[in-house]
C-alpha cells in the first residue's frame, strides 16, 4: 500500500538537544512538506520541497533544518535554537507543488520536551 | 494578512445534518480543500472546489462562493465516526495552502 511513515510517533527532546524526524513516501510524490499542529491553530509551514536537492522555507522555519537527498525522504530536524518544539508535527506530500492536488498526510510526531 | 475562520467547535446528533462555515480572506486563490481529521491521527482529504457551486461526495457535500470568500461542508445522516475536526484551507496565489484551525465536531447519540 502506498502511503507516507513517519517516525517515531512519540519523540522527547531533551534541553540543547537537536532530533530529528524521518518522513518516507511511496507514492511516487515530488512535492513534500512539513507542518507544525498546535491546539487551537491552523496547521504552520516549516519547510517545503518540490525537487530533490531543493527545498524553500515556509512561514516558521526558524529553528528547523530539513534535507532532501532523495526523492522518498524529507527528514526534519529540529534544533536547540527552537524554544518551543512541542507540537504535533505533521509530513505530507503532493504530486506537483504549485497546482491544485491534494496533500496526503502521514501520521504524526508528537514532540515534547523534557 | 491571510485569514481562515471556522467555529471552533459544534455539536450535533446522530442522523442528522450539520453545516460547517469557512470564511477566508487571502492573496489570490487556486482552490479551497475541506480535510477531516480524527484526534491524534492524519488529515484525510474530503474535497476540493475552485469554482462556485455544490460539489458532492456521498453523504458530504462543499459549497463555495469566491465573491463572498466562502464555503461550506455539509455532512449528511451523521454517524458516531463523523465525529472529528474538519480543517479548512485554501491555496493562494502563490500556491501555499492557508490553514484554518478547524472545527471541532462532536456527535451525540
Known amino acids: 500500500d502506498g502511503g507516507i511513515t513517519q517516525s517515531p510517533k512519540y519523540l522527547f527532546r531533551k534541553e540543547g538537544q537537536n532530533v530529528t524526524l524521518s518522513c518516507e513516501q511511496n507514492l511516487n510524490h515530488d512535492a513534500m512538506y512539513w507542518y507544525r499542529q498546535d491546539p487551537g491553530q491552523g496547521l504552520r509551514l516549516i519547510y517545503y520541497?518540490?525537487?530533490?536537492?531543493?527545498?524553500q522555507k515556509g512561514d516558521i522555519a526558524e529553528g528547523y533544518s530539513v534535507s532532501r537527498e532523495k526523492k522518498e525522504s524529507f527528514p526534519l530536524t529540529v534544533t536547540s535554537a527552537q524554544k518551543n518544539p512541542t507540537a504535533f508535527y505533521l509530513c505530507a506530500s503532493s504530486i506537483v507543488e504549485g497546482f491544485s492536488q491534494p496533500q496526503h498526510f502521514g501520521d504524526g510526531t508528537r514532540l515534547s520536551i523534557l | 494578512g491571510q485569514n481562515i475562520d471556522q467555529p471552533t467547535e459544534m455539536t450535533a446528533t446522530e442522523g442528522a445534518i450539520v453545516q460547517i462555515n469557512c470564511t477566508y480572506q487571502?492573496?489570490?486563490?487556486?482552490?479551497l480543500f475541506w480535510y477531516q481529521q480524527h484526534a491524534g491521527e492524519a488529515p484525510t482529504f474530503l474535497s476540493y472546489n475552485v469554482l462556485d457551486g455544490l460539489e458532492e461526495k456521498g453523504r458530504f457535500s462543499s459549497f463555495l462562493s469566491r465573491s463572498k470568500g466562502y464555503s461550506y461542508l455539509l455532512l449528511k445522516e451523521l454517524q458516531m465516526k463523523d465525529s472529528a475536526s474538519y480543517l479548512c484551507a485554501v491555496m493562494d496565489s502563490n500556491y501555499q495552502l492557508i490553514w484554518g484551525a478547524g472545527t471541532k465536531l462532536i456527535i451525540k447519540p
Open positions: 520541497s518540490q525537487i530533490v536537492n531543493d527545498f
Open positions: 487571502t492573496s489570490g486563490f487556486n482552490g
